[in-house]
């Protein structure tokens, strides 16, 4: 897979995409990271990226023309224009970063891994003009309910979500079958059989994990981890998940019982 990153500042991704699984990834040839300066865009000698809002109001936003013309440039084609309507090509998504945007969950970034190609758009200021979203993008997202100085972090959070979902990323495939927002549907018990319906529909958090030493300044790992009964283990960590998920995310629930 291929991440283009167009932001205004380039030297940003210097850091967070050099470790872990996202610079494996990159080594073993799964994805390819190309970050693009939106200023290389700009026709003015002072490379203007932003502008004040049409019927006033606080900060400047970002123009749609450099960004029109830096996502043609990296896929090749015209976007299109009011009269003529382009469709973005097949397997390709552009990802608007922004506080407006759909929320940002595990099953947007199971979407965005089954892709060849996305296209980070980082916004900044006050925001970006609204043809952007509405044209160009085929994405708006946000990463939470809080707002942050660009789009920068937030591209490099999805990426490494998807990143991680990609074939060979892992190392170990069944690493991310049981994690937290997974979906419970994914739990079996040990007889093989499914739960019910009800509870397939929700999402859990992972289940408390535990390594040595067994007693840690007299906190001990439950018992059920060291007496060898998968069985029991399968069904604690279950009922351990569904009960961290209650108490630090009930958003999540659904009906279960």
């Known amino acids: 897979m ?7 500042f380039p ?19 799964i994805v390819q990271i190309h970050v693009q300066d939106l200023r290389e865009f700009t026709k003015d000698r002072h490379k203007t990226v932003d502008d004040r809002p049409f019927g006033g109001g606080e900060g400047m936003v970002l123009k749609p023309e450099p960004l029109f013309d830096a996502v043609e440039k990296l896929i090749g084609q015209s976007m299109g224009t009011a009269s003529e309507k382009a469709a973005t090509p097949a397997g ?3 990802v608007l970063l922004s506080a407006a945007g759909k929320l940002f969950t595990q099953e947007t970034a199971r979407r965005f891994a089954k892709l060849d190609r996305i ?18 993008a085929t994405d708006e997202i946000s990463v939470g309910d809080y707002v942050l100085s660009g789009g920068e972090l937030p591209a490099a959070i999805v990426l490494d979500a998807v990143t991680r979902l990609l074939p060979g990323a892992l190392g170990n495939e069944a690493s991310t079958e049981n994690e937290s ?5 994914e ?24 390594t040595r030493p067994a007693d840690f300044r007299g906190w001990k790992v439950p018992d059920v981890l060291i ?14 998940a569904r009960e961290k998920t209650r108490r630090n995310r009930p958003d999540l629930l659904r009906e279960i019982d």
Do not use: N
């Open 2 to 8: 291929r991440f283009d990153l167009i932001t205004i």
């Open 11 to 29: 030297e940003f991704f210097a850091g967070p995409l050099d470790y872990g699984i996202v610079r494996r990834a990159r080594e073993a040839g």
């Open 92 to 94: 390709i998504a552009v």
């Open 119 to 136: 296209v980070f758009l980082c916004g900044r200021y006050e925001g970006v003009d609204e043809r952007v979203a509405e044209h160009l």
């Open 181 to 185: 927002f997974s979906e419970s549907g």
């Open 187 to 210: 739990w079996r018990v040990a007889s093989g059989e499914k739960e019910s319906p009800r509870i397939q529909e929700s999402v859990m958090l992972d289940y408390p994990h535990y």
């Open 227 to 240: 007496g060898g009964h998968h069985a029991e283990v399968a069904k604690w960590r279950k009922e351990q």
